[in-house]
């Protein structure tokens, strides 16, 4: 559960390539209705770098988590022979619109570290307005 990990897992080498579409980390909040979603999608490695991470959630405003999908294979992770553990490390997460009150909201990512008890909650990667 979420809620029970311990904030501070060790920092894993992750990266958040799209929110709906958009590039993340951008200053341009990306709007949402009650009827659409959100979709993150991006990559994640386990502590040794061999495979993906753990488990992943979305975290909005630090307060909700979202379960994600670690996982997904990607033929540009890993190298032909060594490392094809890590094409496995792509992850989705997405939520519906209606899940939110309107107005603005932060959106972040949790990492769950290889040891299931710590996390890493990353910097916001994205502003939601729910409209």
């Known amino acids: 559960l979420p809620a029970q990990l311990i904030p501070g897992g060790p920092r894993p080498d992750y990266r958040v390539l799209e929110v709906n579409l958009h590039r993340p980390y951008g200053?341009?909040?990306?709007?949402?209705?009650?009827?659409?979603?959100?979709?993150?999608?991006?990559?994640?490695?386990?502590?040794?770098?061999?495979?993906?991470?753990?488990?992943?959630?979305?975290?909005?405003?630090?307060?909700?988590?979202?379960?994600?999908?670690?996982?997904i294979y990607s033929e540009s992770l890993g190298g032909f022979f060594v490392g094809r553990g890590r094409r496995w490390a792509a992850f989705t997460a997405s939520f519906g619109g209606f899940v939110l009150e309107p107005g603005e909201h932060t959106l972040a990512v949790k990492i769950v570290a290889d040891d299931g008890r710590r996390a890493f909650v990353s910097s916001p990667i994205a502003r939601i307005i729910r409209r």
């Open 27 to 71: 200053e341009t909040p990306i709007e949402v209705g009650e009827s659409g979603e959100v979709v993150v999608t991006g990559w994640a490695l386990n502590e040794r770098r061999t495979g993906p991470a753990r488990a992943l959630f979305l975290t909005v405003d630090g307060t909700r988590d979202f379960p994600g999908h670690p996982g």
